[in-house]
């Protein structure tokens, strides 16, 4: 079935380095995919998103990038502070055929002062 | 973005009682809501899909007569957990898609204690 795998599922950075999280889709009917930020305790929250017919889009100090050919699409964190901790979920969503989305297993995302 | 909220955040409830927990769009009409769980350190798993005006669709394994879900109104979804174990506490999750399109917001999370 369709599935979306996430990398890495734990990442420890030192405060102002970059952090990178990888993921990769399986359905080529996807053509959209959200990244959501969950700090303990609460809901995901909607950080950054991109469709299908962009390859990079850029939000202050996160950037997405996405690779249709290859199924891949990343997060980018920039200058990274400790209130940038938290997890991190990607996921793939389409609405051509039913709608669905599915999401990646979480990055817990450690950014060290 | 569009703001999902979720009531109550915390609760506590006796074995063999009921819950329920509200999901509301507060800003938008959600004709499709969505129900999640989720366990310590682990991702969301989708428990079931809420159409507005119609039967909720459950994922594999979810038991739909434990797990009510109820979605009356274009922003409004309630999930009410019957005859609640120790074994249901959990963090409950909601979320709502916004229009026709892809984008979906999530509530704050409901944390259930059964004791």
């Known amino acids: 079935g369709e599935n979306v795998e996430q990398h890495p599922s734990t990442l420890s950075v030192q405060e102002g380095d970059s952090a990178v999280i990888k993921c990769t889709y399986s359905?080529?009917?996807?053509?959209?995919f959200p990244w959501y930020k969950q700090e303990l305790g609460k809901g995901p929250q909607l950080i950054i998103d991109?469709?299908?017919?962009?390859g990079e889009k850029k939000d202050q100090r996160i950037a997405v990038t996405l690779n249709k050919t290859a199924k891949h699409f990343s997060l980018h964190i920039t200058e990274t502070q400790p209130e940038d901790s938290a997890v991190y979920f990607c996921?793939?969503?389409?609405?051509?055929?039913?709608?669905?989305?599915?999401f990646g297993a979480g990055t817990r995302l450690f950014v060290k002062a | 973005g569009a703001v999902v909220s979720q009531h109550p955040s915390r609760v506590i409830c006796k074995s063999g009682t009921s819950v329920k927990i509200e999901c509301r769009s507060l800003d938008f009409q959600a004709t499709t809501m969505f129900w999640y769980r989720q366990f310590p350190k682990q991702s969301l798993m989708l428990m079931a899909t809420s159409n507005e005006g119609s039967k909720a669709t459950y994922e594999q394994g979810v038991e739909k007569d434990k797990f009510l879900i109820n979605h009356a109104s274009l922003t409004l979804s309630t999930l009410t957990v019957t005859s609640a174990h120790p074994e249901d506490s959990s963090f409950y999750i909601c979320s709502a898609r916004v229009g026709p399109g892809n984008t979906i917001y999530f509530g704050e999370g409901s944390w259930l204690t059964v004791v």
């Open positions: 359905d080529s009917a996807s053509n959209y």
């Open positions: 996921a793939a969503s389409r609405h051509t055929g039913g709608f669905k989305t599915i």
């Open positions: 991109i469709r299908s017919n962009v």
